[in-house]
Protein backbone atom coordinates (compact mmCIF):
# COMPACT_ATOMS: atom_id res chain seq x y z
CA UNK A 1 0.00 0.00 0.00
CA UNK A 2 1.29 3.56 -0.92
CA UNK A 3 0.33 6.70 1.04
CA UNK A 4 -0.53 9.56 -1.56
CA UNK A 5 2.96 11.58 0.26
CA UNK A 6 4.79 8.54 -0.82
CA UNK A 7 3.62 8.95 -4.44
CA UNK A 8 4.66 12.36 -4.48
CA UNK A 9 8.17 11.54 -4.24
CA UNK A 10 8.37 8.94 -6.61
CA UNK A 11 6.67 11.56 -8.71
CA UNK A 12 9.32 14.44 -8.11
CA UNK A 13 11.76 11.65 -8.39
CA UNK A 14 10.91 10.88 -11.54
CA UNK A 15 10.31 13.96 -13.07
CA UNK A 16 13.87 15.05 -11.81
CA UNK A 17 15.11 11.90 -13.76
CA UNK A 18 12.78 12.82 -17.22
CA UNK A 19 14.47 15.80 -17.22
CA UNK A 20 18.49 14.15 -16.42
CA UNK A 21 18.39 11.18 -18.55
CA UNK A 22 16.64 10.00 -21.53
CA UNK A 23 14.32 6.45 -21.41
CA UNK A 24 15.22 4.23 -24.89
CA UNK A 25 12.37 1.93 -25.84
CA UNK A 26 14.29 -0.79 -27.99
CA UNK A 27 11.77 -3.20 -29.56
CA UNK A 28 13.00 -6.40 -32.65
CA UNK A 29 10.27 -6.21 -34.92
CA UNK A 30 8.29 -8.86 -36.59
CA UNK A 31 6.97 -10.98 -33.78
CA UNK A 32 2.99 -11.82 -33.94
CA UNK A 33 1.35 -10.55 -30.96
CA UNK A 34 -1.13 -12.79 -29.35
CA UNK A 35 -3.25 -13.25 -25.91
CA UNK A 36 -5.21 -10.79 -23.87
CA UNK A 37 -4.34 -7.18 -22.98
CA UNK A 38 -6.71 -5.25 -20.84
CA UNK A 39 -7.41 -1.37 -20.60
CA UNK A 40 -6.69 0.37 -17.95
CA UNK A 41 -9.22 3.55 -16.71
CA UNK A 42 -9.05 6.60 -18.73
CA UNK A 43 -6.10 8.91 -18.12
CA UNK A 44 -8.28 11.81 -19.51
CA UNK A 45 -11.20 11.03 -16.90
CA UNK A 46 -9.23 10.66 -14.01
CA UNK A 47 -7.83 14.28 -14.58
CA UNK A 48 -10.88 15.90 -13.88
CA UNK A 49 -12.61 13.38 -11.21
CA UNK A 50 -9.17 14.32 -9.70
CA UNK A 51 -9.58 17.96 -9.84
CA UNK A 52 -13.44 17.15 -8.38
CA UNK A 53 -11.71 16.36 -5.38
CA UNK A 54 -11.22 20.02 -4.41
CA UNK A 55 -14.91 20.72 -4.33
CA UNK A 56 -15.59 18.42 -1.50
CA UNK A 57 -14.26 17.90 2.10
CA UNK A 58 -15.24 14.35 1.79
CA UNK A 59 -13.51 11.52 -0.39
CA UNK A 60 -13.42 10.47 -3.42
CA UNK A 61 -12.80 6.63 -3.93
CA UNK A 62 -11.93 5.61 -7.20
CA UNK A 63 -11.51 2.34 -9.08
CA UNK A 64 -9.71 1.41 -12.50
CA UNK A 65 -7.13 4.31 -11.57
CA UNK A 66 -4.33 4.35 -14.35
CA UNK A 67 -1.07 5.25 -12.76
CA UNK A 68 0.76 6.76 -15.13
CA UNK A 69 2.81 9.96 -14.86
CA UNK A 70 0.10 12.69 -15.55
CA UNK A 71 -1.73 11.20 -13.23
CA UNK A 72 1.11 11.22 -10.91
CA UNK A 73 1.22 14.98 -11.06
CA UNK A 74 -1.83 15.77 -10.17
CA UNK A 75 -1.80 13.82 -7.39
CA UNK A 76 1.25 15.82 -6.27
CA UNK A 77 -0.92 18.51 -6.78
CA UNK A 78 -3.51 17.94 -4.54
CA UNK A 79 -1.36 16.51 -1.93
CA UNK A 80 0.74 20.15 -2.05
CA UNK A 81 -2.83 21.62 -1.42
CA UNK A 82 -3.86 19.82 1.56
CA UNK A 83 -5.10 16.20 -0.08
CA UNK A 84 -4.50 13.41 1.95
CA UNK A 85 -5.28 9.50 1.13
CA UNK A 86 -4.37 6.43 0.26
CA UNK A 87 -3.05 4.32 -3.04
CA UNK A 88 -4.58 1.16 -3.63
CA UNK A 89 -5.56 0.39 0.00
CA UNK A 90 -8.78 -0.14 1.79
CA UNK A 91 -11.26 1.84 0.04
CA UNK A 92 -14.62 1.45 1.18
CA UNK A 93 -16.07 -1.44 -0.52
CA UNK A 94 -13.36 -1.37 -3.18
CA UNK A 95 -10.02 -2.80 -3.10
CA UNK A 96 -6.95 -3.61 -5.47
CA UNK A 97 -8.22 -5.10 -8.72
CA UNK A 98 -7.75 -8.33 -10.32
CA UNK A 99 -6.93 -8.39 -13.98
CA UNK A 100 -6.83 -10.99 -16.46
CA UNK A 101 -3.04 -9.72 -17.49
CA UNK A 102 -1.82 -10.22 -14.33
CA UNK A 103 -1.20 -6.47 -13.71
CA UNK A 104 -2.76 -4.38 -10.91
CA UNK A 105 -5.82 -2.60 -11.23
CA UNK A 106 -5.20 0.54 -8.92
CA UNK A 107 -7.45 2.37 -6.51
CA UNK A 108 -7.56 5.24 -5.06
CA UNK A 109 -9.08 6.95 -1.53
CA UNK A 110 -8.28 10.97 -1.58
CA UNK A 111 -9.64 13.65 0.11
CA UNK A 112 -9.65 17.46 0.23
CA UNK A 113 -10.77 18.18 4.45
CA UNK A 114 -9.48 21.62 4.23
CA UNK A 115 -7.39 22.69 1.55
CA UNK A 116 -3.89 24.05 3.14
CA UNK A 117 -3.52 26.75 0.36
CA UNK A 118 -5.43 27.29 -3.36
CA UNK A 119 -1.67 27.84 -4.83
CA UNK A 120 -0.24 24.97 -7.24
CA UNK A 121 3.29 25.25 -7.60
CA UNK A 122 5.01 25.39 -11.53
CA UNK A 123 7.51 22.66 -10.84
CA UNK A 124 4.89 20.09 -10.20
CA UNK A 125 2.26 20.58 -12.62
CA UNK A 126 4.73 22.29 -15.37
CA UNK A 127 4.32 18.61 -17.88
CA UNK A 128 0.55 18.50 -17.93
CA UNK A 129 -2.80 20.08 -18.22
CA UNK A 130 -3.53 19.34 -14.60
CA UNK A 131 -3.31 23.06 -13.44
CA UNK A 132 -5.67 24.22 -15.39
CA UNK A 133 -8.30 21.35 -14.48
CA UNK A 134 -7.99 22.97 -10.49
CA UNK A 135 -8.86 26.60 -11.69
CA UNK A 136 -12.40 26.07 -11.26
CA UNK A 137 -12.95 23.66 -8.61
CA UNK A 138 -10.90 25.75 -6.09
CA UNK A 139 -12.41 29.01 -7.47
CA UNK A 140 -15.55 27.62 -6.67
CA UNK A 141 -14.21 25.88 -2.93
CA UNK A 142 -12.09 28.84 -1.60
CA UNK A 143 -13.33 31.80 -3.70
CA UNK A 144 -9.03 32.19 -4.87
CA UNK A 145 -6.40 30.29 -6.76
CA UNK A 146 -3.02 30.57 -8.40
CA UNK A 147 -2.16 27.39 -10.75
CA UNK A 148 0.65 27.50 -13.21
CA UNK A 149 -0.23 28.12 -17.18
CA UNK A 150 -0.94 24.56 -18.24
CA UNK A 151 1.67 22.31 -20.23
CA UNK A 152 1.31 19.26 -22.03
CA UNK A 153 2.05 18.07 -25.11
CA UNK A 154 4.00 19.89 -27.58
CA UNK A 155 1.05 19.20 -30.49
CA UNK A 156 0.30 23.19 -31.39
CA UNK A 157 -1.47 25.80 -29.90
CA UNK A 158 -3.79 24.89 -26.85
CA UNK A 159 -5.70 28.02 -26.03
CA UNK A 160 -7.60 28.32 -22.54
CA UNK A 161 -9.57 31.21 -23.79
CA UNK A 162 -13.07 29.43 -22.89
CA UNK A 163 -12.27 28.59 -19.84
CA UNK A 164 -11.16 32.03 -18.64
CA UNK A 165 -13.97 33.69 -20.12
CA UNK A 166 -16.60 31.60 -18.68
CA UNK A 167 -14.87 31.91 -15.17
CA UNK A 168 -14.96 35.76 -15.29
CA UNK A 169 -18.47 35.54 -16.30
CA UNK A 170 -19.38 33.83 -13.46
CA UNK A 171 -17.45 36.51 -11.07
CA UNK A 172 -13.96 35.44 -11.11
CA UNK A 173 -10.91 38.11 -11.65
CA UNK A 174 -8.19 36.75 -13.63
CA UNK A 175 -4.74 37.70 -14.16
CA UNK A 176 -2.34 35.77 -15.82
CA UNK A 177 1.36 36.97 -14.41
CA UNK A 178 5.04 34.94 -15.15
CA UNK A 179 3.52 31.81 -16.02
CA UNK A 180 0.64 31.70 -13.23
CA UNK A 181 -2.70 32.15 -13.30
CA UNK A 182 -4.34 33.92 -10.32
CA UNK A 183 -8.23 34.38 -9.99
CA UNK A 184 -10.06 35.77 -6.57
CA UNK A 185 -13.85 35.54 -6.60
CA UNK A 186 -16.73 35.93 -4.21
CA UNK A 187 -19.18 32.97 -4.50
CA UNK A 188 -19.47 32.46 -7.90
CA UNK A 189 -22.56 32.93 -9.57
CA UNK A 190 -24.40 30.62 -12.45
CA UNK A 191 -24.66 32.01 -16.06
CA UNK A 192 -25.74 31.21 -19.45
CA UNK A 193 -22.48 30.24 -21.64
CA UNK A 194 -22.27 28.69 -25.02
CA UNK A 195 -18.81 27.57 -25.73
CA UNK A 196 -17.52 29.81 -28.68
CA UNK A 197 -16.23 26.26 -30.19
CA UNK A 198 -15.95 22.61 -28.29
CA UNK A 199 -13.35 22.34 -25.56
CA UNK A 200 -12.92 18.93 -23.22
CA UNK A 201 -11.45 20.43 -20.16
CA UNK A 202 -13.11 23.48 -21.20
CA UNK A 203 -16.44 22.13 -20.43
CA UNK A 204 -14.83 20.05 -17.25
CA UNK A 205 -13.50 23.10 -15.89
CA UNK A 206 -17.47 25.36 -16.13
CA UNK A 207 -18.54 22.07 -14.84
CA UNK A 208 -17.21 21.57 -11.83
CA UNK A 209 -17.15 25.55 -11.07
CA UNK A 210 -20.73 25.50 -12.02
CA UNK A 211 -21.63 22.57 -9.52
CA UNK A 212 -20.91 25.08 -6.33
CA UNK A 213 -21.77 28.26 -7.87
CA UNK A 214 -25.02 30.19 -6.58
CA UNK A 215 -28.04 29.63 -9.21
CA UNK A 216 -28.56 28.10 -12.50
CA UNK A 217 -25.84 27.76 -14.99
CA UNK A 218 -26.69 26.78 -19.01
CA UNK A 219 -23.90 25.75 -20.74
CA UNK A 220 -24.04 25.22 -24.51
CA UNK A 221 -21.94 23.44 -27.31
CA UNK A 222 -20.49 21.27 -24.49
CA UNK A 223 -17.81 18.68 -25.49
CA UNK A 224 -19.43 15.30 -25.80
CA UNK A 225 -16.69 13.03 -25.14
CA UNK A 226 -17.39 9.97 -23.12
CA UNK A 227 -15.45 11.71 -20.33
CA UNK A 228 -16.93 14.41 -19.96
CA UNK A 229 -20.29 12.62 -19.00
CA UNK A 230 -17.80 10.74 -16.73
CA UNK A 231 -17.22 13.66 -15.09
CA UNK A 232 -20.57 14.84 -14.35
CA UNK A 233 -21.45 10.63 -13.25
CA UNK A 234 -19.05 11.70 -10.83
CA UNK A 235 -20.05 14.88 -9.57
CA UNK A 236 -24.46 13.48 -9.58
CA UNK A 237 -22.86 10.64 -7.10
CA UNK A 238 -21.41 14.16 -5.22
CA UNK A 239 -24.78 15.53 -5.11
CA UNK A 240 -24.46 17.91 -7.85
CA UNK A 241 -27.76 18.78 -9.26
CA UNK A 242 -26.41 18.16 -13.30
CA UNK A 243 -28.99 17.48 -16.09
CA UNK A 244 -29.06 17.26 -19.90
CA UNK A 245 -31.56 18.12 -21.85
CA UNK A 246 -29.75 17.60 -24.93
CA UNK A 247 -26.37 16.41 -26.35
CA UNK A 248 -23.98 18.94 -25.87
CA UNK A 249 -25.98 21.01 -23.00
CA UNK A 250 -25.68 21.10 -19.21
CA UNK A 251 -28.08 22.74 -16.25
CA UNK A 252 -26.44 22.74 -13.05
CA UNK A 253 -28.29 24.15 -10.36
CA UNK A 254 -25.22 25.10 -8.06
CA UNK A 255 -25.44 23.77 -4.62
CA UNK A 256 -23.50 25.32 -1.32
CA UNK A 257 -21.79 21.91 -0.61
CA UNK A 258 -21.08 18.35 -2.61
CA UNK A 259 -19.99 15.26 -0.40
CA UNK A 260 -17.38 12.09 -1.14
CA UNK A 261 -18.33 9.55 -3.01
CA UNK A 262 -17.40 5.85 -4.74
CA UNK A 263 -16.93 5.74 -9.04
CA UNK A 264 -14.98 3.02 -11.08
CA UNK A 265 -13.23 5.43 -13.87
CA UNK A 266 -14.26 4.20 -17.68
CA UNK A 267 -12.16 2.46 -19.61
CA UNK A 268 -9.47 4.34 -21.23
CA UNK A 269 -11.10 4.33 -25.39
CA UNK A 270 -7.65 5.55 -27.04
CA UNK A 271 -5.88 3.03 -25.47
CA UNK A 272 -7.99 0.36 -26.46
CA UNK A 273 -7.60 1.92 -30.23
CA UNK A 274 -4.19 1.84 -29.80
CA UNK A 275 -4.12 -1.63 -28.81
CA UNK A 276 -6.43 -2.59 -31.40
CA UNK A 277 -4.55 -0.40 -34.13
CA UNK A 278 -1.82 -3.20 -32.96
CA UNK A 279 -3.83 -6.03 -33.33
CA UNK A 280 -4.37 -5.20 -36.79
CA UNK A 281 -0.78 -4.43 -37.68
CA UNK A 282 0.81 -7.05 -36.08
CA UNK A 283 -1.85 -9.30 -34.30
CA UNK A 284 -1.65 -13.26 -34.40
CA UNK A 285 -4.88 -13.43 -32.25
CA UNK A 286 -4.78 -10.43 -29.74
CA UNK A 287 -7.80 -9.56 -27.15
CA UNK A 288 -8.63 -5.80 -25.99
CA UNK A 289 -10.20 -6.53 -22.98
CA UNK A 290 -12.44 -4.20 -20.68
CA UNK A 291 -13.62 -1.64 -23.83
CA UNK A 292 -16.09 0.05 -23.88
CA UNK A 293 -17.51 -0.18 -27.82
CA UNK A 294 -19.50 2.29 -28.20
CA UNK A 295 -16.64 5.10 -27.21
CA UNK A 296 -15.06 3.98 -30.37
CA UNK A 297 -17.77 3.26 -33.03
CA UNK A 298 -16.25 5.80 -35.50
CA UNK A 299 -12.51 3.91 -35.29
CA UNK A 300 -14.46 0.83 -35.58
CA UNK A 301 -16.01 2.23 -38.79
CA UNK A 302 -12.39 2.94 -40.41
CA UNK A 303 -11.34 -0.28 -39.49
CA UNK A 304 -14.36 -2.18 -40.69
CA UNK A 305 -14.00 -0.01 -44.50
CA UNK A 306 -10.03 -1.19 -44.48
CA UNK A 307 -10.96 -4.65 -44.33
CA UNK A 308 -9.26 -5.50 -41.11
CA UNK A 309 -9.83 -8.24 -39.01
CA UNK A 310 -11.66 -6.85 -35.96
CA UNK A 311 -14.35 -8.83 -34.26
CA UNK A 312 -16.33 -7.03 -31.55
CA UNK A 313 -17.28 -8.64 -28.12
CA UNK A 314 -19.02 -7.85 -25.31
CA UNK A 315 -16.59 -5.38 -23.60
CA UNK A 316 -13.51 -6.64 -25.56
CA UNK A 317 -12.22 -6.53 -29.51
CA UNK A 318 -10.46 -9.03 -30.92
CA UNK A 319 -8.13 -8.08 -33.59
CA UNK A 320 -5.69 -10.18 -36.06
CA UNK A 321 -2.99 -9.10 -38.70
CA UNK A 322 -2.41 -10.15 -42.19
CA UNK A 323 -5.47 -8.19 -43.76
CA UNK A 324 -5.06 -6.96 -47.08
CA UNK A 325 -5.50 -3.26 -45.70
CA UNK A 326 -7.71 -0.88 -48.18
CA UNK A 327 -6.50 2.55 -47.59
CA UNK A 328 -8.45 5.40 -45.82
CA UNK A 329 -9.22 8.89 -45.68
CA UNK A 330 -9.51 10.66 -42.03
CA UNK A 331 -10.91 13.73 -40.73
CA UNK A 332 -10.07 14.32 -36.70
CA UNK A 333 -12.97 15.50 -35.34
CA UNK A 334 -14.77 16.25 -31.78
CA UNK A 335 -16.71 13.21 -30.53
CA UNK A 336 -18.17 11.49 -31.85
CA UNK A 337 -15.97 11.85 -34.74
CA UNK A 338 -12.23 10.20 -35.00
CA UNK A 339 -10.42 11.33 -32.33
CA UNK A 340 -6.96 13.73 -32.58
CA UNK A 341 -5.36 11.42 -29.78
CA UNK A 342 -5.89 8.63 -32.35
CA UNK A 343 -4.39 9.85 -35.15
CA UNK A 344 -0.80 9.20 -35.19
CA UNK A 345 -1.47 5.72 -34.39
CA UNK A 346 -3.79 5.07 -37.16
CA UNK A 347 -1.74 6.91 -39.76
CA UNK A 348 1.16 3.93 -38.45
CA UNK A 349 -1.52 1.39 -39.50
CA UNK A 350 -2.21 3.20 -42.89
CA UNK A 351 1.53 2.73 -43.87
CA UNK A 352 0.11 -0.64 -44.52
CA UNK A 353 -2.55 -0.18 -46.54
CA UNK A 354 -2.30 -0.90 -50.40
CA UNK A 355 -2.58 2.72 -51.31
CA UNK A 356 -2.81 6.19 -50.78
CA UNK A 357 -4.77 7.25 -47.49
CA UNK A 358 -5.18 11.13 -46.22
CA UNK A 359 -5.33 12.52 -42.82
CA UNK A 360 -6.47 15.01 -41.94
CA UNK A 361 -5.95 16.89 -38.42
CA UNK A 362 -8.22 19.77 -37.78
CA UNK A 363 -7.87 19.43 -33.39
CA UNK A 364 -4.81 20.64 -33.17
CA UNK A 365 -2.06 23.24 -35.57
CA UNK A 366 1.14 21.03 -34.91
CA UNK A 367 0.66 17.17 -34.70
CA UNK A 368 2.54 15.60 -37.07
CA UNK A 369 5.77 15.05 -35.39
CA UNK A 370 5.70 11.39 -35.71
CA UNK A 371 5.80 11.41 -39.40
CA UNK A 372 9.15 12.70 -40.03
CA UNK A 373 10.40 9.59 -37.88
CA UNK A 374 7.89 7.15 -39.14
CA UNK A 375 9.67 8.03 -43.09
CA UNK A 376 12.83 7.04 -40.44
CA UNK A 377 11.39 3.78 -40.54
CA UNK A 378 11.04 3.48 -44.09
CA UNK A 379 7.37 5.32 -44.20
CA UNK A 380 6.24 7.37 -47.05
CA UNK A 381 4.48 9.98 -45.60
CA UNK A 382 4.06 13.76 -46.90
CA UNK A 383 2.68 17.00 -44.63
CA UNK A 384 0.73 19.45 -46.79
CA UNK A 385 -0.77 21.61 -44.62
CA UNK A 386 -3.31 20.14 -42.38
CA UNK A 387 -3.03 16.77 -44.08
CA UNK A 388 -0.93 14.32 -44.53
CA UNK A 389 -0.56 11.68 -47.73
CA UNK A 390 0.58 8.45 -46.41
CA UNK A 391 1.45 6.29 -49.43
CA UNK A 392 1.68 2.22 -48.61
CA UNK A 393 2.38 -0.48 -48.58
CA UNK A 394 5.52 0.71 -47.11
CA UNK A 395 8.23 -2.26 -45.76
CA UNK A 396 9.19 -0.92 -42.17
CA UNK A 397 12.70 -1.32 -41.12
CA UNK A 398 14.64 -0.47 -37.72
CA UNK A 399 15.80 2.77 -36.86
CA UNK A 400 16.78 5.09 -33.81
CA UNK A 401 13.99 7.24 -33.41
CA UNK A 402 12.78 10.17 -31.26
CA UNK A 403 9.34 10.86 -29.90
CA UNK A 404 8.02 14.62 -28.93
CA UNK A 405 4.48 13.91 -28.08
CA UNK A 406 2.44 10.92 -25.85
CA UNK A 407 0.32 9.83 -28.69
CA UNK A 408 3.24 10.16 -31.32
CA UNK A 409 5.09 7.76 -28.69
CA UNK A 410 2.41 5.22 -29.24
CA UNK A 411 2.59 5.20 -32.67
CA UNK A 412 6.48 4.71 -32.99
CA UNK A 413 5.99 1.82 -30.59
CA UNK A 414 3.29 0.11 -33.66
CA UNK A 415 5.79 1.31 -36.30
CA UNK A 416 8.75 -0.57 -33.84
CA UNK A 417 6.48 -3.98 -33.94
CA UNK A 418 6.24 -4.52 -37.85
CA UNK A 419 9.33 -2.74 -38.33
CA UNK A 420 12.23 -5.37 -39.30
CA UNK A 421 15.10 -5.21 -36.96
CA UNK A 422 15.55 -2.97 -34.13
CA UNK A 423 13.83 0.21 -33.18
CA UNK A 424 15.18 2.71 -30.66
CA UNK A 425 13.21 5.17 -29.68
CA UNK A 426 14.85 7.83 -27.68
CA UNK A 427 13.23 10.49 -25.29
CA UNK A 428 10.45 8.03 -24.93
CA UNK A 429 9.55 9.03 -21.22
CA UNK A 430 6.41 10.88 -22.57
CA UNK A 431 4.78 6.90 -23.43
CA UNK A 432 4.83 7.11 -19.52
CA UNK A 433 2.82 10.49 -19.30
CA UNK A 434 -0.94 8.29 -20.79
CA UNK A 435 -0.20 4.34 -21.08
CA UNK A 436 0.24 2.28 -18.12
CA UNK A 437 2.35 -0.88 -17.98
CA UNK A 438 2.89 -0.42 -22.25
CA UNK A 439 5.96 -2.18 -22.59
CA UNK A 440 4.59 -4.70 -19.87
CA UNK A 441 1.23 -5.35 -21.54
CA UNK A 442 3.11 -5.53 -25.06
CA UNK A 443 5.72 -7.98 -23.55
CA UNK A 444 3.01 -10.33 -22.62
CA UNK A 445 1.72 -10.89 -26.24
CA UNK A 446 4.78 -11.74 -27.03
CA UNK A 447 6.53 -8.51 -28.33
CA UNK A 448 10.21 -8.10 -27.71
CA UNK A 449 10.60 -4.85 -25.93
CA UNK A 450 13.31 -3.51 -23.66
CA UNK A 451 13.35 0.08 -21.62
CA UNK A 452 16.84 1.16 -21.15
CA UNK A 453 17.88 4.56 -19.35
CA UNK A 454 21.09 6.94 -20.41
N1 LIG B 1 -9.54 25.66 -27.68
C1 LIG B 1 -9.70 27.03 -27.76
N2 LIG B 1 -10.00 27.69 -26.60
C2 LIG B 1 -10.14 27.05 -25.40
C3 LIG B 1 -9.98 25.66 -25.36
C4 LIG B 1 -9.68 24.97 -26.53
O1 LIG B 1 -9.57 27.64 -28.82
O2 LIG B 1 -10.38 27.71 -24.38
C5 LIG B 1 -9.16 24.92 -28.90
C6 LIG B 1 -7.77 24.30 -28.74
O3 LIG B 1 -6.73 25.21 -29.05
C7 LIG B 1 -7.84 23.11 -29.64
C8 LIG B 1 -9.31 22.69 -29.56
O4 LIG B 1 -10.02 23.82 -29.05
O5 LIG B 1 -7.57 23.50 -30.95
C9 LIG B 1 -9.60 21.48 -28.68
O6 LIG B 1 -9.03 21.70 -27.40
P1 LIG B 1 -9.61 21.04 -26.07
O7 LIG B 1 -9.79 22.12 -25.07
O8 LIG B 1 -10.79 20.19 -26.37
O9 LIG B 1 -8.39 20.13 -25.64
P2 LIG B 1 -7.93 19.87 -24.15
O10 LIG B 1 -9.13 19.89 -23.29
O11 LIG B 1 -6.78 20.74 -23.82
C10 LIG B 1 -8.24 17.29 -24.18
C11 LIG B 1 -7.38 16.09 -23.92
C12 LIG B 1 -6.39 15.92 -25.06
C13 LIG B 1 -7.18 15.75 -26.36
C14 LIG B 1 -8.12 16.96 -26.56
C15 LIG B 1 -9.02 16.82 -27.77
C16 LIG B 1 -7.31 16.07 -21.51
C17 LIG B 1 -6.52 16.24 -20.27
N3 LIG B 1 -6.67 16.30 -22.66
O12 LIG B 1 -7.36 18.39 -24.27
O13 LIG B 1 -5.67 14.73 -24.79
O14 LIG B 1 -6.30 15.67 -27.45
O15 LIG B 1 -8.96 17.11 -25.40
O16 LIG B 1 -9.77 15.67 -27.70
O17 LIG B 1 -8.47 15.71 -21.47
C18 LIG B 1 -3.85 13.24 -24.91
O18 LIG B 1 -4.42 12.54 -24.06
O19 LIG B 1 -2.85 12.85 -25.56
C19 LIG B 1 -4.37 14.59 -25.18
C20 LIG B 1 -3.63 15.53 -25.77
Given at each position: ??????????????????????????????????????????????LP?LAAVCL??????????????????M??AL?EI??????????????????????????????M??L??PRV???TT??TRASILLLGPLLAR???ARVS?P??????????????????????????????L?A?????????????????T???N??MA?????????????????????????????????????????????????????????????????????????????????????????????????????????????????????????????????????????????????????????????????????????????????????????????????????????????????????????????????????????????????????
Amino acid sequence: MYSVALIERQNVARARFHNMKNIIISIQGGRPLAGRVAVSGAKNAALPELAAVCLSPGPLAFSNLPLVEDIKVMVAALREIGAEGELDGPLGEGRVEARTDGLQGHTIRVAMPALRSPRVSRQTTQTTRASILLLGPLLARCGEARVSMPGGCPIGERKIDFHLQGLELMGAEIRSEEDYLTARCRRLRGIEYEFPGKSVTGTENLLMAAALAEGTTVLRNCALEPEVDDLAALLRKMGAAISSPEAGTFIIHGRTSLHGADHAIIPDRIEAGTYLIAGCLAGNDIIVEGVEPAHLGCLLDILAGMGADVRIGAGEFQARGGATLAPAAVVTEPYPGFPTDLQAQLTTLLTQAEGVSRVRETIFNDRFRHVGELNRLGADIEVRGDEALIRGRARLHGAVIKTTDLRASAALVLGGLVATGETRIENSYQLFRGYENMPEKLQKLGAAITITQE
